[in-house]
């Protein structure tokens, strides 16, 4: 299936998973919908945080469309949606008309499926994929740029590279820096706050090896973490691993550095 | 004078005229004040014209003080201001505190003072600069991306230089790709809409000689023009060549490419 065939397939219930490794190399992208009286101060956080929050696109309130998704609708075309109000989960499904407002205004972020496809491609293997998981997800203790209402810690993913790994995933990663970049981190995962290795905050843990370090990337979960801190009215995002697909190609992400 | 001497000079109404040339290598800014329901609009705007509107720094509503500026006060720290109404210009004035209100959102915005910076630097001088005029301006037929309320044509900013000297000044503008990077077109003016090269729409005119070429680059007064068409309560601004001086380095935004 092409990109735009995908997304049918979503909209029409015929695809419901995770879209992990579904779309070849097209660049799947973090969805965050929040009504425009948040906006400013979520685009100016994002602009403050790229590493975190690099937007790919913005859809202005009244628009359903992706300009980068032919025949688009935002509403129908993520496998699964995560409903928050006031800060709390209600509910997740799969389609969101019934919860369209006028003045939703839709980001689209940056996701790391960029910069693991390129790491597959340099013949390497990826723990979480390998063991079919969710990637680990931790809180740290770093700080964000705050901005308006938005702010709180970076949320980091982690993937365990063998040490003499590390400098290849380290160049390849720095290669899409609209897509979190290099890693923000290696080694010990207490000099950046986290408590313990096997039980992230987000996703799922994954075996650790002998000789093999943790290396962590900035996350796009760091933006929904911002957001559920502001305790927003409504905000709505995918569900983790159910990305909106878009028809743009990941390599053309890739820069020469 | 350093740059915080010389914003000090500039509050206490010591230095009143343009800053072209007054602030050597740091950076000077263009300023957009808009209350904060406009805000998020002017922001995407900037984001998806980032030749003509290169955003800064973005200083939040209810806050007075530039991070890149020790000690500023947006409010005193540029020589002139001009206040607009409804797009309609209203009054031009050296200190907005009577204007001020708390949901007031300030944008600073690159300015080609960085460039034309390293164009001396090349050691080639600038018309502009040698009859001690303010830099010509035209409105074009290029439409720019618009975003809510924003939108319209682009301005440009022409600078003549001899033929042998538009590869050398292409080369040295497009290193600094945050500060409206290379020309957007050379040539003939008529091409991008130009009705007058003799009669600009801002600034004023400058000598053509034998052999020369227009070369036209983004201009800052872009997201002026676009402010004005969407005709906002208030807007204020600096008055063309009073910038805001900040203590960045116009170096620091050199990129080798």
């Not at 799947?28 to 403050?48: T, W």
């Not at 740290?140 to 980091?156: K, M, R, S």
Request: aromatic content about 10%.
């Amino acid at each position: 299936m092409d990109s735009k065939e995908l997304r049918e397939a979503i909209r029409n219930g015929e695809f419901t998973g995770t879209t992990s490794g579904a779309a070849g190399h097209k660049v799947q992208a973090n969805l965050v919908i929040l009504p425009k009286v948040y906006a400013f101060d979520f685009l100016l956080y994002a602009m403050r945080n790229k590493k975190a929050v690099p937007v790919i696109e913005v859809i202005e309130d009244g628009q359903t469309k992706s300009r980068f998704a032919d025949g688009s609708d935002i509403r129908t075309d993520v496998p699964k949606y995560n409903i928050y109000e006031d800060g709390v989960l209600r509910e997740t499904t799969d389609d969101i008309r019934g919860y369209w407002r006028d003045d939703f205004v839709t980001f689209l972020i940056g996701c790391s499926f960029t910069f693991e496809q390129a790491i597959l491609d340099e013949g390497l293997s990826i723990r979480h994929i390998d063991e079919r998981r969710n990637v680990a997800m931790y809180k740290t203790n770093i700080a964000t740029d705050p901005a308006g209402v938005f702010g709180g810690e970076l949320v980091v993913s982690m993937r365990p590279f063998d040490e003499s790994e590390v400098e290849t995933v380290t160049r390849v990663t720095e290669q899409f820096p609209e897509m979190h970049g290099g890693p923000v981190h290696y080694g010990s995962p207490h000099e950046i706050g986290i408590r313990d290795i096997a039980d992230p905050e987000y996703g799922e843990g994954v075996e650790m090896r002998e000789g093999e370090t943790p290396v962590f990337w900035a996350c796009g979960v760091t933006p929904q973490n911002a957001a559920l801190n502001a305790k927003p009215s409504i905000m709505i995002t995918h569900a983790p691993g159910h990305m909106f697909v878009t028809d743009l190609e990941n390599e053309d992400y890739r820069k020469n550095n």
